[in-house]
């Protein structure tokens, strides 16, 4: 298991449309891969990281989503399909490959995904709230699509000075340098 360095801003593979997973084909190797995303996530204290986010062009993404008095819900998608959305929230949110920035994005309020999970069996998840921004958010990832593409242009204008400070402070920062903590 392994922290890996999470791309950030600017960085080609974050605007390429990710590969179908062959299952079959990535079986062997997911097991490590998965432990990776999940602790890289956990490291930065994120809810969610999208495989090309640490530089793997496959359509997977891993989630997690703490409910106040629950267990913490850990998911993996693999091809994740949205089949249903409706209603509309716009509420902050932020991207682990921009550290340090948010904003306001528009989503649907409530989504259907079909996906695989990590043992390739086919899951339905109906989702509302954080959990289905999160899918959106991850599932936008897949597609090569940051979430300040997400932004009307006047919002986009208006990030564009904090966009471009913080930009020069992610080139250097490398979170599999980072300590674990204990
Ligand atoms: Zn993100």
Known sequence: MAI????KYGEKILEKKTKKVD?????KDLPALLSDMFETM???GGAGLAANQIGVGLSLAVIKIQREGEEPLSIVIINPEIVERSGSMNE????LSFPGLFAKVKRAAKVKVRALNEKGLPIEINAEGLFARALQH???????IVFISRLPLMARL?????LLKLKAQW???DES????PM
């Open 158 to 162: 208006k990030l564009k000075p904090s």
């Open 23 to 27: 299952f079959a084909e990535i079986k």
């Open 92 to 95: 902050e949110e932020g991207c």
């Open 42 to 44: 956990d490291a930065v």
């Open 138 to 144: 991850e599932m936008d990832h897949l597609e090569g």
């Open 4 to 7: 890996r360095r999470i791309c």
């Open 171 to 173: 080139k250097k920062l």
């Open 177 to 180: 340098k980072m300590i674990r």
